[in-house]
């Protein structure tokens, strides 16, 4: 069983939807957890990171931690085709290696 | 732009050859760290680096090393290619070792493809 478990996709949205990417992760010692995009061809950019669980908005994104089911999500509001990209989440204890999920496609249609 | 740059963008080699792939971290950060992204398993840690000495070691095979130089710029090396190296290669870099919150920042990778 992988420590980060994410569904691959794709997902594919109309533009202006309500996008949630999901994740679950096994290890109860991760404290930091980070949503990195990359679109194709491409290195993945950090998107957003939180270390407790709860909401951290950003403009239209959205991270969520809830540590007592070990489940992390990311909300894309008012969704746009330049959203369009492999979304992928990843956590970390301290002073341990990043562990990160498959990526999520997602693929946003005008 | 990340400030990362990884050489080449591209390489095509065939089975049983070693090839090198080359990072220079972002001006100010220590640490370089090497991940592999296939298809089927996602973007997986190989190795880190910091201030020159091995920090940390993922799922690595002993085919494959690595060196970070005194002007922190690292390289991969990959010997013995097998079909199933071929892959997305990516470095990144941070400006520290472990505390939880240094953000690694990635290139743009090299595409290896081994025939």
């Known amino acids: 069983q992988k420590e980060v478990e994410q569904d691959p996709g794709p997902l594919s949205v109309p533009e202006g939807a309500i996008v949630s990417l999901n994740c679950t992760y096994s290890?109860?010692?991760?404290?930091?957890f980070m949503w990195y995009r990359q679109y194709s061809r491409k290195g993945p950019e950090l998107l957003m990171y939180t270390y407790s669980s709860g909401n951290k908005e950003d403009g239209r994104f959205t991270a969520q931690v809830d540590k007592s089911s070990k489940y992390i999500s990311l909300f894309i509001r008012d969704s746009q085709p330049s959203d369009s990209a492999t979304y992928l989440c990843?956590?970390?204890?301290?002073?341990?290696?990043?562990?990160f999920g498959q990526g999520t496609e997602l693929s946003v249609k005008p | 732009d990340s400030g990362v740059t990884q050489t080449p963008k591209h390489l095509i080699t065939a089975t049983g050859q070693r090839v090198t792939l080359r990072c220079s971290p972002r001006s100010g950060d220590l640490s370089v760290y090497w991940y592999q992204q296939s298809l089927d398993q996602g973007l997986q840690f190989l190795i880190q680096?910091?201030?020159?000495?091995?920090?940390a070691k993922g799922n690595i095979l002993e085919r494959f090393s690595a060196q970070q130089f005194p002007d922190l710029h690292s390289e991969l090396n990959l010997s013995s290619l097998e079909l199933g190296d071929s892959a997305l290669y990516f470095c990144?870099?941070?400006?520290?070792?472990?505390?939880?919150?240094?953000?690694?920042?990635f290139g743009p990778g090299t595409r290896l493809t081994v025939l």
């Open positions: 990843a956590c970390r204890n301290q002073g341990g290696k990043l562990i």
């Open positions: 680096y910091y201030n020159g000495e091995e920090r």
């Open positions: 990144a870099s941070s400006v520290g070792s472990t505390s939880l919150t240094d953000t690694q920042y």
């Open positions: 290890n109860s010692a991760f404290q930091y």
